[in-house]
């Protein structure tokens, strides 16, 4: 099974950028998924960006132009880099991964591995 431990969260004012990282401890496949979900208190966990070993990205358009999602293969990593933060990218923010995949999907019930969450909190 694949453990994935995520870090970088923490509280910042609107306009600041916060770096998340996520480390997984082994894949299983040579093509798999990765992606980052939110989740804000009373609705749904919502997919906002994903990488897969191809090098293609996808992102939800709420962020798309603000966050970045990166890939280092030598130490298993997926980072996401987050600028221009707004009150409304408050939420626990969680890493998953779906392995032996040919390509991502942006919905949690694609990803068996996921992480334990990080929050992150922006104030106005």
């Known amino acids: 099974q694949v453990r994935l431990v995520e870090s970088g969260g923490g509280a910042v004012q609107s306009g600041g950028s916060l770096k998340l990282s996520c480390t997984a401890s082994?894949?299983?496949?040579?093509?798999?998924?990765m992606a980052w979900f939110r989740q804000a208190p009373g609705q749904e966990r919502e997919g906002i960006a994903s990488?897969?070993?191809?090098?293609?990205?996808d992102y939800e358009s709420s962020v798309q132009g603000r966050f970045t999602v990166s890939r280092d293969s030598a130490t298993n990593t997926i980072y996401l880099q987050m600028n221009n933060l707004k009150p409304s990218d408050t939420a626990m923010y969680y890493c998953?991964?779906?392995?032996?995949?040919?390509?991502?999907?942006?919905?949690?019930?694609?990803?068996?591995?996921w992480g334990q969450g990080t929050q992150v909190t922006v104030s106005s």
């Open positions: 990488i897969h070993t191809s090098g293609t990205t």
């Open positions: 082994t894949h299983t496949s040579d093509h798999y998924c």
């Open positions: 998953a991964a779906e392995e032996d995949s040919w390509y991502c999907v942006r919905k949690a019930r694609w990803f068996p591995n």
